[in-house]
């Protein structure tokens, strides 16, 4: 896959202190950015769906497939950067169990929506759709997210002074390694 010349860094994360738990971060969409699709989502998109679906109404699945519900949502919101989720995989069933070691191996960090849009304008000169209003449905664990920005961020680990340090100058300065 071809990523376009704007892409954005990709943060780096170590998956191999995933705890036990399965709880995770990250952005499943990112805001004013064009996607590998040409889909440019606005804040303010999700807001009418977060609020009548909730966390709960949205499911998680593994590469958008249906048959595969792997987890749930315990937090979803809009912030400044995009749609900010917080989920766990649940370890209590077989799929689930996978997800977390190909999570932990660092062979899978993708997120991508599966979603409806509800009002969206595409720029006949640019072919890029904005989107600014989306009826969400679910957010996947994937390997090849359409926004090379929605990525797991970051597992639950120690929440330790030390640990939250390194965790925010990796996230301020990434990693180029």
Not at 47 to 76: K, N
Not at 105 to 126: H, M, Q, Y
Request: charged share 25%; hydrophobic share 40%; with cysteine.
């Amino acid at each position: 896959m071809l990523l376009p010349m704007n892409a954005s860094k990709m943060l780096r994360f170590d998956c191999k202190s995933l705890d036990a738990s399965g709880v995770f971060t990250g952005y499943a969409a990112r805001f004013d950015s064009a996607d590998l699709g040409r889909d440019l989502i606005q804040p303010g998109a999700f807001a009418e769906s977060l609020a009548t679906r909730g966390a709960s109404g949205v499911r998680m699945l593994f590469q958008h497939d249906p048959a595969e519900p792997i987890g749930c949502w315990l937090e979803l919101r809009e912030d400044t950067r995009g749609l900010f989720v917080r989920g766990r995989v649940l370890s209590e069933i077989a799929r689930g169990r996978e997800v977390l070691s190909l999570m932990r191996a660092g062979a899978i960090d993708g997120l991508s929506i599966g979603f409806r849009t509800v009002e969206g304008r595409t720029n006949p000169k640019t072919g890029i759709r904005r989107l600014s209003k989306i009826d969400l449905w679910e957010i996947s664990i994937v390997t090849f997210p359409m926004h090379p920005g929605a990525r797991v961020a970051a597992f639950k680990r120690d929440q330790t002074l030390a640990a939250t340090i390194r965790r925010a100058a990796d996230f301020v300065h990434p990693s180029t390694r």
